[in-house]
């Protein structure tokens, strides 16, 4: 069995449509009942629910915990790491991870989605899919991965027309 | 085949996931995408895309035109009508027609639903299903039919807590 | 609440796939699963598991002991009746029904799946959304209710090449 | 834009349930509806419909057909390919490359399913996603790619049992 954590931070993934208010929100964690979708026989997953929070409300005190939570996986028993985070600020908390880690013993995969876990024609499902075996077999680094899409994080900016990443 | 009439007025069921806002909203109508879905070989369903609102935003002179549509249709070659409509404000609609139709000539049935078409945990196809049913086997009369249920719609009110349609 | 039984005697609707012997098989029942995906706050379901049965090998004796089952739940606490029965040989079960029970306290509805519950373009969920609906609403009798459509039992008869039931 | 080459084959990721036979087979393709399912921006696929077979019944001639679509491909403007293929004689075709295909320019990734594409529970959509990112990201090679698990084709076995792919 090869472990892979996974620091879940909200974002669009996780949204949830609440029937009293009519709108999306980050609410309950879902991921894990999607992660049950999944064929993972060697993977031993090990989910980290750091917060749920849209992206754009996320605090540098926030990302600074980020940074936490990997060391303190890189430090007790490395392995690879994916994140689960809001697309708006991917990005920056990647690039802050990256100024902070100089020496990684695995790598970081950040990813997320533009259209909720579970609503019709969702990529969130096929993000986890991608970014569970990116963390398998991408050498050690920093990434977005999305979309059938590989970014090392200091190449990558969010298209917000396009509603996906682009090179940079 | 028998005909059976759809009136789409908007609401819930037919709200679809912003990827630029990350908001639901009433932008195209996705119902006949839903119908698609089923398998009805003696039904020929016409489809009316009367309008797309959130039920709260429906003035007297849209439920005005809700009412000359049925008209329309039962003056014309009638047959059952569906009609699709947010769930707030379905009763104020429903009582309005049958204050304005004293006879009917068949069945009336509103429905909608709780959480979008196609998002996790949705509602819609059932109530869509069951009003398909309700359509061919109820009496004339005006009905609320959701979740298993068939309201006459004098004896029926919407329950926000519960988010669903009680007796009244 | 109102009570609704369902009598599960297999076929078609709750064929599953092995991944051992690529076919497709009546193992377990796996109809309560889609249930809880059906929104029925006011139904109380009470399923009887009799058999899991292709419907061309049921035999004379399932057939009684779908007889003998019915018969004691009108005895017991009368209410609605769905059984869920593969399609080669549910208009059979239901003339076998008919002609035992000449006075019915509530209407039985006979229905199964072309496509089992849960493969792509199943008609499964959407019959047994339909049936539960039809028991409520429809005057005692015994039907076949699929693809919107309701026959009573002695006016129907199965068409294979269109994979659907027809008016005989 | 990133070209990557599928050559399908068949097998059970193919398979549909026939209505009226009530069995599984290798009809007609269906992978190109559940590509369309995936956000692929960048990836320019290109599928060719080699064959529909259940691959404990591909003949030698068909394993070189196989072959010859590979040296085509990468004769002509040499990209990644993707094999979908039947998993009981998958290995059997891998090595067949392996052994006639000393250089490879791009990896070549071979894939299937357990359970075919849109049947409940289906690893399906799971492995043709990682089998198009692994596609991107993989060194030049000849691999099995399912269930999150990556493997070069001459150090891998199918577990029938545990209905999966091990390490051999």
Not at 25 to 42: A, C, G, H, T, W
Not at 86 to 108: A, C, F, S
Request: glycine share 6%; hydrophobic share 40%; aromatic share 6%.
């Amino acid at each position: 069995m090869d472990r892979i954590y996974v620091i879940a931070t909200g974002g669009t993934i996780e949204k949830v449509y609440s029937e009293q208010t009519g709108t999306v929100q980050n609410v309950d964690s879902k991921i894990e009942r999607y992660f049950r979708m999944l064929r993972l026989p060697e993977a031993e997953i090990e989910v980290t629910h750091l917060m749920n929070k849209d992206s754009l409300e996320m605090t540098d005190a926030d990302r600074e915990s980020v940074l936490a939570t990997v060391r303190e996986k890189f430090g007790m028993a490395p392995a690879p790491i994916v994140i689960t985070h809001g697309t708006d600020t991917m990005v920056e908390t990647g690039l802050l991870l990256q100024k902070n880690l100089p020496e990684l013993p695995y790598p970081i995969i950040l990813t997320g989605a533009m259209t909720p876990l579970g609503f019709e024609g969702s990529d969130g499902l096929q993000n986890l899919t991608e970014s569970l075996l990116a963390a398998r077999v991408l050498p050690a680094g920093i990434y977005v991965v999305m979309h059938n899409q590989v970014f090392p994080v200091d190449r990558v900016r969010k298209d917000r027309e396009l509603a996906r990443f682009v090179w940079k």
